[in-house]
């Protein structure tokens, strides 16, 4: 069951230098040399974790289609075909108000990444759109495109209070073409009020846990992504410079490694529920 998945890596996790340069910004001369780099250490590219998406609803849309067919450049330099995107902040969970207009924006990043091969992959994330498991099927379904799919977070889930093996995957699971390693408890809240209310960044920082370590359901997900054949990358977002900020971004990256491969072992000597 170890090498089940192949694994992946956020690569401003590992090397946090690389922070004030994402991939839609460095340009083809770099780009080209880093897909050298990477074909010279026998490393592939998952996917371009691309910032497009997270944006306000209500701000430039020219501006989201540049960065998106930048992003789609840095996909094909880097050979992958799977970039992240984002379905935009929307005020106060105002989700029905901006519907169409996120339905309108993500159906044209849709028909711009099919004319390029490539398809795109929503996170879902606190306080965009597709936040919880409802409006992310109304937001690929309504969108209807094979070129927008789904990258399910479970950590980001559990911030907005949604269950994510429960709740989340009958919803989703049809359309979860990547998955990301990241455990989380509930957002401390403090006295605030419940989520669309805004919790403090650092907030959400410190919920996350290594995977198996919150409230994720990551035996439960590991192993409905098995009975589904899953052929994806499990790809592993630490998220843990808060709880553990003495230590360096790769020392984090390893903890959050031994979690996922101490799950994956525990699932080869425990039969596969339904199997």
């Not at 929307?90 to 924006?105: C, I, N, T």
């Not at 969108?143 to 009958?170: H, K, M, T, Y």
């Not at 553990?244 to 031994?258: S, V």
């Amino acid at each position: 069951m170890a090498d089940r998945w192949p694994i992946g890596a956020f690569g401003d996790e590992i090397a946090p230098g690389l922070e004030d340069d994402n991939v839609v910004d460095l340009g083809p001369e770099r780009l080209d040399r880093a897909a050298a780099l990477l074909r010279a250490a026998d490393i592939s590219v998952s996917a371009v974790a691309s910032p497009v998406g997270k944006a306000d609803v209500e701000g430039d849309f020219d501006a989201e289609v540049s960065r998106l067919r930048a992003a789609m450049d840095a996909a094909h330099r880097l050979q992958t075909k799977l970039i992240r995107v984002f379905s935009f902040f929307v005020p106060e969970g105002r989700h029905a108000e901006f519907r169409d207009e996120v339905l309108r924006r993500m159906s044209t990043f849709a028909k711009e990444a099919a004319s390029q091969d490539v398809v795109l992959v929503h996170e879902n994330e606190s306080y965009v759109y597709g936040d919880d498991a409802e409006h992310c099927r109304d937001l690929v379904e309504s969108v209807g495109s094979p070129a927008l799919q789904i990258a399910f977070d479970p950590a980001n889930f559990v911030q907005v209070g949604v269950r994510p093996f429960d709740e989340a995957w009958p919803l989703l699971a049809q359309h979860v073409v990547h998955f990301h390693v990241k455990d989380a408890v509930g957002v401390a809240r403090n006295g605030m009020a419940p989520y669309p209310a805004r919790a403090p960044e650092l907030q959400l920082m410190a919920s996350v846990r290594p995977a198996g370590e919150g409230e994720g359901q990551f035996p439960e997900l590991l192993q409905a992504l098995d009975r589904r054949d899953y052929r994806g990358f499990l790809v592993i977002e630490p998220h843990l410079q808060e709880r553990l900020h003495e230590i360096e971004a790769a020392e984090r990256f390893a903890i959050a490694l031994a979690a996922l491969r101490g799950m994956l072992a525990g699932m080869v000597a425990k039969p596969i529920q339904g199997h």
